[in-house]
């Protein structure tokens, strides 16, 4: 499924159903200015480990703001948002 959002104020569509928080396109994600840290690292179904950027972005997604923690690395194409948030777990609510 896709959903509309906003991250630190810039509309995206995200595609739903994932386990994790937030992933964005790494082309959206170098455009937020906000400070970056090391992120996730993960194991490729080919066995490449994948080690992600991660920043802490202001979302805004079925009509609440929340802070989350949204990961990407370089080649990363898709805005992915996690079931958690959806369900309204795993983040800091603003407003």
């Given at each position: ?26 082309e ?11 992120g996730i690292?993960?194991?490729t179904?080919?066995?490449?480990v994948?080690?992600t950027k991660a ?6 997604v079925?009509?609440r703001?929340v ?15 996690g ?7 795993t ?5």
């Open positions: 499924m896709e959903i509309e959002g906003e991250v630190e104020g810039r509309r995206i569509r995200f595609l739903t159903g994932f386990e994790g928080e937030c992933a964005l396109s790494f959206i994600f170098k455009s937020i200015n906000t400070l970056e840290f090391r690292s993960f194991e179904v080919s066995g490449e994948i080690r920043k802490l972005v202001t979302l805004k079925l009509n703001e802070k989350a923690i949204c990961n990407s690395f370089e080649g990363m194409d898709e805005n992915l948002l079931e958690e948030i959806l369900r309204g777990r983040f800091i609510e603003v407003s």
